[in-house]
C-alpha cells in the first residue's frame, strides 16, 4: 500500500493546572506506562503565529523499508528509549488501522531555543493527528486523544483548541483518561499569554524521572492530586464567568503548588530560579499596585515563566515583565487552535521519492 | 533597690527541624501572641568561638527612670513593636520578681552581616536569663524558656547547649510549650556545622508574618505539623544512635518540606536563591561520589546554607563548598553549650553610673 502523504501544523499548551505524577500502571499494563495522571490537568492551546508550532508530515508506504524519523532535519536513532516509547503511539495506530507497512515521519519545530516550551505535546499531537489521517482511520477525538497520552502524557491536550481539561480517568486501561475541549479558543479571544524567553538552563532531572521521585518521596505530595483536581473544578468557574481574577488566583496557586512538592522531593527538585522569583515579585507587584489581578504567572517543569493577562492589560504587563533582568525575549501568544491538515504545497515529503523535502543534516 | 548588674553571653541555634507557623492563640490570651508552634522542632546550639554570640548586661535599679536598651552601641527605640514584644518577656519577668524598678539592657552581637544566621534567638536568650538573674529570680529552665518564647518564638532552644527540643506543647496558655535539651554538648561533639556566607538579601517578607501568610493561605501547610513532629522523632532517634546519615536525611527532608509550604504561600515566599540551589546540588552531589551522606544541607527563613557534617569530613564537604560560586565566607561551628553568666570585668554596664562601659553610636 503506498498511503498519501498528509501534512499537520499542531500547537503546544500551557498547562493552568500541572500534571506532575503518574499513578501506579495496572498490572497487566503493556507499556512501560500509559502515562496515567495522578490528577486531571488544564491548559490552553497557544498560538504564537509561526513560533511555537510544530510540523509533521507522514507517510506509510510498502516501499519504505523501515520506520524513519526526521526531527528539524536530522535523522533520528529509533532505538533511543525516548523515541519508542513516542513511537507506542504509532505502533497502536497501525495495530488499529491493520496497516502493517512502514512510516517516514518528518517534523519541524519552530520552537526558540530559550522559549522554555517543551515541543513534545506539539510534535506529539501532529505526528498521531496526521498517522491516523495517513493511515486512513476515522477514529474519535477521545480515542486519538488516548492514543496520543500514550506518546506523550501532556500532548494529548495538543488535540484540541481553546480550554482543554485532562480529565484524570479511572480505568487501569486509560481509556477514560483523556482529554476534551471545555471552550473553544473563540470562547475568550482577549486572553492573552506572555512567554518569558530567559537563557536557557539545563534540567538537571528530566520530568519524567522527577514526577516518580516526587510520588515515591515527596511527603507533601498526597495531597497534590485533590488540590489540582478543586483547581481544575475552579478554573471551569472562572471561565464560565470569565472571572479573570479567579483564573489568575487558581493558576498562580497551582503552580506554586507543583513546584512545592517538586521542592519536597528527595533530592530536591528546583527548576525555579532567581529570574523566576524577580517575574513573580514583578506580577506580584502590579498585581498589588492595581489593586486587582492584571496578570498571573505560571512555571512548566523549567524556570521560564508565562504570564498570562487579558490583551486589555498586555502592554502594561509587558513593560512590567520588560523590567525584569534576564529575560531576553517576551514572545506573545493567543489562545490557539486544535491541530490541521495543511496542503500538499507544505508537505515536508517528496510523494514521488518519499524523502524529506529539505536539505538535511546527516 | 540597686540591683546587680549581671552580664551573661549566649548562643545562637539552628534548627534542624524547623518552627513555621504558630498556632491559634488562646482566646483569654493576654499577649499580642504566646508563639505558641504548629510543631515541636529541635536545633543544635551553636559555638563558632567569638562569631556568632550575644553578650548582654542587664541591671534593675530604682535609680533608673525608664527601661533603656542598648543594642551593638545604640539607642534603641523602645515603642518599637518588635522591641515592646521583645520587652513582653522582661515584663514577665518583673512581676515574677515582685521588682518593680526599670532596668538598663547594654547587648552587643557578634554576627557578621553576611552569616544569615538572625541573632534573635541568642539575643533574646541571653536577655532573659541575664534579667532573671539580675532579678534574684530562682525559677527553672522550663519556665525561663516559656518566658523567653514570649519574646521570640526560637529563642527558648538558646536557652539550652547541645540538641534541644521545643516542645509543640497543647495548652493554652503556653506553660507545657517549652525547650528542654535532649542531649548536652558533649554527647557528639564530632558533629561540625559549616555556615556558607553570601551576599545579604532582604527579605521581603518577615519571619512573622510570612508564618502568618502560610497558615492562612498555604493547602500544603496541614500536613506539616505532623511531618514535622515526625521528622523530631526521628531526629532523637538517630541521635540516639548517632546514626549521621539518617541524621542528614531527615535534616534535609525537613529544611526543604519548611521551604516547600513557603513557595506553596500566596503570595509566594521565596528565601532560596540561585547559590542556595548551587549549595544543594554541591551536597547532594558530594554525597552521591561518596556513596553516603557526608553532610546535609538546611536552610532557616533565608537563602543562606548552613551544612552539617562529622568533624573528620569537614574539610572534604569545605572544599566541595568553597567551589560553589556565591558563597563568601564559610564559618565553622561546633555544638555550643548553654548561655553562662560572664565575670563582672566583662560587664557592659557601669555598675557605678548605671551607663553604658563603651562609647556609643547616638
Redesign the interface.
Known amino acids: 500500500m503506498q498511503g498519501k502523504v498528509i501534512t499537520v501544523l499542531a500547537r503546544p499548551n500551557l498547562a493552568l493546572v500541572k500534571y506532575w505524577g503518574k499513578r501506579e500502571k495496572g498490572k497487566d499494563c503493556k507499556y512501560t506506562s500509559l502515562n496515567l495522571p495522578q490528577n486531571s490537568s488544564l491548559s490552553i492551546t497557544l498560538d504564537a503565529g509561526e513560533e511555537l508550532l510544530t510540523r509533521t508530515s507522514v507517510v506509510f508506504s510498502e516501499k519504505l523499508a523501515q520506520d524513519t524519523f526526521y526531527l528539524n532535519g536530522k535523522k533520528q536513532d529509533m532505538k533511543s528509549p525516548e523515541l519508542k516509547e513516542r513511537f507506542l503511539a504509532i505502533e497502536e495506530l497501525r495495530k488499529l488501522s491493520g496497516v502493517g507497512t512502514r512510516a517516514l515521519i518528518v517534523s519541524n519545530n519552530s520552537f526558540p531555543t530559550a522559549s522554555g516550551l517543551a515541543s513534545s505535546a506539539s510534535g506529539l499531537a501532529a505526528l498521531t493527528f496526521a498517522a491516523s489521517k495517513a493511515l486512513g482511520l476515522k477514529i474519535d477525538s477521545n480515542k486519538l486523544s488516548e492514543i496520543t497520552r500514550i506518546g506523550s502524557g501532556s500532548a494529548c491536550r495538543s488535540l484540541f483548541g481553546g480550554f482543554v481539561v485532562w480529565n484524570r480517568g479511572k480505568l487501569p486501561d486509560g481509556s477514560d483518561s483523556v482529554a476534551r475541549q471545555v471552550f473553544d479558543e473563540y470562547y475568550w479571544p482577549e486572553l492573552t499569554t506572555l512567554i518569558c524567553m530567559t537563557t536557557r538552563e539545563k534540567k538537571?532531572i528530566s520530568s519524567r524521572a522527577g514526577m516518580r521521585q516526587t510520588v515515591a518521596t515527596?511527603?507533601?505530595y498526597?495531597?497534590?492530586p485533590d488540590?489540582a483536581e478543586e483547581h481544575v473544578k475552579e478554573i471551569i468557574k472562572a471561565l464560565n464567568k470569565k472571572d479573570f481574577e479567579a483564573l489568575a488566583?487558581v493558576t498562580?496557586?497551582d503552580a506554586?503548588?507543583m513546584?512545592?512538592?517538586m521542592?519536597?522531593?528527595?533530592?530536591?527538585i528546583?527548576y525555579?530560579?532567581?529570574v523566576s522569583?524577580e517575574v513573580?515579585?514583578a506580577v506580584?507587584d502590579l498585581n498589588e499596585s492595581e489593586k486587582r489581578l492584571v496578570a498571573a504567572y505560571t512555571f512548566d517543569a523549567g524556570p521560564n515563566a508565562c504570564v498570562i493577562c487579558a490583551e486589555s492589560d498586555a502592554d502594561k504587563v509587558f513593560a512590567k515583565l520588560k523590567g525584569v533582568r534576564g529575560i531576553e525575549k517576551i514572545l506573545k501568544a493567543k489562545i490557539g487552535s486544535s491541530p490541521k491538515v495543511l496542503s500538499d504545497s507544505e508537505s515536508l515529503i517528496n510523494p514521488k521519492t518519499l524523502e524529506p523535502k529539505f536539505a538535511l543534516e546527516k
Chains 1, 2 share one sequence.
Do not use: G
Open positions: 538537571k515527596s511527603e507533601l498526597k495531597l497534590r488540590i488566583r498562580m496557586a506554586m503548588n513546584h512545592s512538592v521542592l519536597d522531593t528527595r533530592p530536591p528546583i525555579l530560579n532567581d522569583k513573580i515579585y506580584e
